[in-house]
């Protein structure tokens, strides 16, 4: 996953050419300092090491109009291309990350989450009960990925030979597709 292939104007990449990411944890728990947030860290370890720039990482509690909140700011206002997410994407009653990436989304990706259950499921069942999203604001890609670390990097690495291709045709709305 190479950030730095797509980088490039409109605030996308930063300095050094390395495509800026953010990544918000959602999780009731870690927003109240009852435990330690994981995947946040540990995401933002894989895209570092994936030569990104990560500029913001925050926690936010399981609350629809919070976690929107924070999508519109790193979209509209910091200009973010990545936006990952990390949990709130399962079937418990709280788990609302979707509905909130849903409504300020103006376009969804449907294919990243297929891959990525598809993918997955040979790793664990589980993968299918996963209500996770994609979808584009602006010139922002927003990404729901599961709240476990291991699930989180697990989905991260599946998307990770599109995601340079993708944040460039997005931030640099480039017209030439790949072939093969």
Do not use: C, W
């Amino acid at each position: 996953m190479s950030g730095a292939e797509a980088g490039g104007p409109g605030g996308g990449a930063a300095p050094g050419g390395a495509m800026r990411a953010a990544v918000v944890t959602v999780s009731d728990r870690a927003h109240r300092g009852e435990r330690e947030d994981a995947s946040g860290p540990e995401l933002t370890r894989v895209l570092h090491a994936a030569g990104y720039e990560v500029i913001s990482t925050t926690v936010v509690p399981d609350e629809k109009a919070e976690i929107e909140l924070e999508l519109m700011r790193l979209a509209d206002e910091q200009h973010v291309p990545l936006v990952l997410t990390t949990g709130g994407t399962g079937f418990g009653p709280r788990d609302v990350t979707p509905e909130a990436t849903k409504s300020v989304i103006q376009r969804e990706a449907p294919g990243l989450p297929e891959l990525a259950r598809a993918a997955t499921l040979a790793k664990t069942r589980f993968a299918v009960l996963s209500q996770g999203v994609a979808g584009i604001r602006g010139r922002s890609l927003l990404i729901n990925l599961p709240g476990s670390p291991k699930g989180a990097v697990e989905t991260l690495q599946v998307h990770a030979p599109v995601l340079p291709h993708a944040l460039k045709v997005l931030v640099e709305d480039a017209r030439e597709h790949p072939r093969g």
